[in-house]
């Protein structure tokens, strides 16, 4: 697997649009690593997690063809994971000659009743499945696990563990500390690569709903991967880049950039 992970930042992105606090200031002068959009992961040609409004962004930044889109997995409905706008685009006038149509696009009910809500069924090439947490999806060449995550008590937000023949990802985005019944499930297999969230960073933990830094730490000794690597960073850790990687690559943990390349 090719896993490109195309933003890194939380719902305001980093540094965030109406903000001068000191560590936006500080981006904003840094550039480089420190300039973060919203989250979303590539994974080869034809598969994608989430559509953010950053999208056109990731495509004109990373050369993305999302012509050869097939499967798009969707964790949650906030804006920032799913911006149900962009799909308008998937039809002519707006797009032509599609290579794998229609795209399919998965999600808990949340997501697949305001996608069906927006769009009439047959108006454009995509059709949308409801999914069930640990049931496994079979998408051409991979398979997806949609596990419960913890975040929005409103719906079922969904992680993925992504395998590839041996090879098995588990991508932890928008989730506090996983409740026993993942962890259980989590346990029984073996992973190559953690992709966690971090928007805490090394702020105390909220009640749910995200992860901070000791709490990937607590994940990553659970699940044991090979390799552990941080992302969704809100602007309010008061860390860039390089004051994040010093404080995690002690602990053997990588902290992503938008546009990071991950091989698996």
């Keep these: 697997m090719r896993i490109q992970i195309l933003g890194t930042a939380a719902a305001e992105g980093w540094p965030a649009e109406f903000c001068a ?6 981006a904003r002068a840094a550039g480089g690593h420190n300039r973060r959009s919203r989250s979303s992961i590539q994974i080869d040609d034809i598969y994608k997690i989430d559509l953010p409004p ?19 997995f969707i964790t949650h409905s906030h804006f920032d994971h799913l911006s149900v706008g962009e799909l308008v685009f998937t039809r002519p006038p707006f797009a032509h000659n599609l290579r794998r149509p229609p795209i399919k696009i998965y999600g808990n009910e949340t997501v697949t009743s305001a996608i069906i809500s927006r769009f009439p069924e047959g108006s ?4 949308v499945t409801t999914l069930e947490p640990f049931v496994p999806v079979t998408a051409d060449d991979l398979v997806f696990i949609p596990i419960t995550a913890h975040h929005d008590p409103h719906q079922h937000c969904l992680n993925y563990v992504i395998e590839s023949g041996p090879k098995r990802v588990l991508y932890a ?3 506090g500390e ?4 993942t962890i259980d499930f989590l346990r029984k297999l073996k992973f190559d690569l953690l992709i966690s969230e971090c928007t805490q960073g090394t702020l105390p933990m909220p009640a749910h709903s995200h ?3 000791e709490a990937v730490l607590r994940l990553r000794d659970i699940i044991a991967p090979s390799r552990t690597v941080i992302t969704h960073f809100s602007h309010n850790i008061g860390l860039l880049h390089d004051e994040l990687e010093a404080i995690a ?3 053997e943990v990588e902290v992503a950039y938008d546009g990071i390349v991950l091989e698996c």
């Design 54 to 72: 950053d999208t056109f962004h990731h495509v004109i930044s990373y050369d993305i063809d999302l012509s050869n889109l097939a499967h798009l």
């Design 249 to 251: 690559n002690p602990h």
């Design 211 to 213: 992860m901070s830094f």
């Design 178 to 181: 996983y409740e026993q019944s």
């Design 21 to 26: 606090c000191d560590t936006c200031i500080r």
């Design 173 to 175: 985005s928008d989730t």
């Design 124 to 127: 454009h090439p995509f059709e």
